[in-house]
């Protein structure tokens, strides 16, 4: 059974840090293209961040770019997504994605999700 295992969310200030962890069981995350989505309520899900499973590439949404990075622990089986420099409109539930993906920049690439955690920004 695939299980993706998000962690890490909580209610930070402006211009904080936070750290998102994505435990996966049942999946190789080294085999696998990993990234990071988020939804606030009423709009479609975003994209956020890829690592590819080919080349080892990321990418990120114009929004976060120079404030997130994505990066994997293959030997834990874990993704992570550093947030720096936190801003009010980064408040979303954020969601953890694995697929067989080349480019991973749209939702419906994705076949495994998690079941997010939350991420307020305070301003």
């Known amino acids: 059974q695939v299980q993706l295992v998000e962690s890490g969310g909580g209610l930070v200030q402006g211009g904080d840090s936070l750290r998102l962890s994505c435990a996966a069981s049942g999946l190789t995350v080294r085999t696998l293209t990993m990234g990071w989505f988020r939804r606030t309520p009423g709009k479609e899900r975003e994209f956020v961040a890829v690592s590819r499973r080919t080349g080892g590439t990321t990418d990120y949404a114009d929004s976060v770019k120079g404030r997130f990075t994505i990066s994997r622990d293959n030997a834990k089986n874990t993704v992570y997504l550093q947030m720096n420099s936190l801003k009010p409109e980064d408040t979303a539930t954020y969601y953890c994605?694995?697929?067989?993906?080349?480019?991973?920049?749209?939702?419906?690439?994705?076949?495994?999700w998690g079941q997010g955690t939350q991420v307020t920004v305070s301003s």
């Open positions: 994605v694995a697929g067989e993906a080349l480019i991973g920049t749209q939702a419906g690439a994705y076949r495994y």
